[in-house]
Nanobody
Framework: VQLQASGGGLVQAGGSLRLSCAAS????????VGWFRQAPGEQREFVAA????????YYGDSVKGRFTISRDKAKNTVNLQMDSLKPEDTAVYYC??????????????????WGQGTQVTVSS
């Protein structure tokens, strides 16, 4: 399955953005889909995931309560609603699909399919 991320942009602190990850050549129905981000000079960070095993959602500590991941089966997309954005949320955001076990859902190495990334910039 090929992934295409979109929806990034420039927003002021406190604002919102909605990222979308679209699949082609397959569906998300048999994959856990995650969002990761990477700021310049930083390691890739887990943001959120929608697990296929139990249909539950998981979040990194830095985004809990502000970001929401959801599946849109009709459109074959996985979306990331980002609210109350902070300057430290600035990064390139990537969507990924794979079949990690729940206990390792935040491990980017367990995702085999990646989108190209979309830039999110939050100004103070």
């Amino acid at each position: 399955v090929q992934l295409q991320a979109s929806g990034g942009g420039l927003v002021q602190a406190g604002g919102s953005l909605r990222l979308s990850c679209a699949a082609s050549g397959g569906t998300f129905s048999s994959y856990t889909v995650g969002w990761f981000r990477q700021a310049p000079g930083e390691q890739r960070e887990f943001v959120a995931a929608a697990a296929v095993q139990n249909m539950r959602t998981y979040y990194g500590d830095s985004v809990k309560g502000r970001f929401t991941i959801s599946r849109d089966k009709a459109k074959n997309t996985v979306n990331l609603q980002m609210d109350s954005l902070k300057p430290e949320d600035t990064a390139v955001y990537y969507c990924a699909a794979g079949r990690p076990i729940i206990s390792a859902i935040s491990d980017s190495r367990l995702y085999g399919n990646w989108g190209q990334g979309t830039q999110v910039t939050v100004s103070s």
